[in-house]
């Protein structure tokens, strides 16, 4: 079977997406690459943060790999916080501090509509190649659900009546930013 090493520290990301790529491609984890530290994100897009983190992995191992990177867009807030979800409440903040921070951004805010957004980057024998998922829905006034990660617990997709921390995980992989990318990561891979 066709092997990547998927260039992520985030063992939720990692679990996701195994289950999606399970009989279609063998993950190798960063650990299991002997590859340890801290991966760069400083761009200032999704799709250069994807491209930083595949080809931090490609430069100290020559091997074909991907990253993705993911930003939760908030209609209220501009597009807020996008591509700086991660550190949206600062250098070394929790997924609990970045959840408190746009809950309070939100407060007394109608329009909630916000959007995930998922770029993945592909480093084929050297080659870059980008996937893109992207799913609507809104910014719940607080949180719901055990599951998931990240802003998971205040984020209800368009057409459900749950966020995506109550969903199964396999539910959520059905129709979440990363599912549609990773979807088309292996449309590629099969073709
Ligand atoms: P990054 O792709 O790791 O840079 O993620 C950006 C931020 O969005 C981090 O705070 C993540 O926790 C959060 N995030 C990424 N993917 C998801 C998701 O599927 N659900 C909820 N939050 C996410």
Redesign the pocket.
């Known amino acids: 079977m066709r092997e990547l090493i998927f260039a992520t520290n ?1 063992k939720h ?1 990692l679990e996701e997406v195994s289950q999606l790529l399970v009989g279609k491609v063998n993950i190798v984890s960063l650990a299991d690459a002997g590859l340890e530290g801290e991966i760069p ?1 400083t761009a200032d897009t999704l799709q250069g ?1 994807a491209l930083q983190k595949a080809q931090w992995v490609w430069e100290r191992t020559g091997k074909d790999c991907f990253a ?5 867009e908030v209609d209220a807030l501009g597009g807020a916080p996008g591509v700086y ?2 550190r949206y409440a600062g250098e070394h903040c929790t ?1 609990d501090d ?1 959840v408190n921070k746009l809950l309070a951004a939100m407060e007394g805010k109608t329009n909630r509509k916000a959007a ?1 957004r ?1 770029v993945i980057c592909l480093i084929e024998g050297g080659e870059a190649r980008f996937f893109e998922g992207r799913v609507e829905g809104c910014i719940l006034t607080g949180r719901y659900g055990e599951g ?5 617990p205040i ?1 209800m997709p368009d057409r459900y009546a749950v966020s ?1 921390a109550e969903m199964p995980l396999d539910v959520k992989n059905q129709i ?3 599912g549609l990318a990773v979807k088309q990561l292996v449309n590629y891979l099969a073709n």
């Open positions: 985030n990301k994100e943060n993705d990177d993911t930003g939760l979800s991660a997924f970045n995930f998922t998931g990660f990240g802003y998971d984020f995506f979440s930013h990363r």
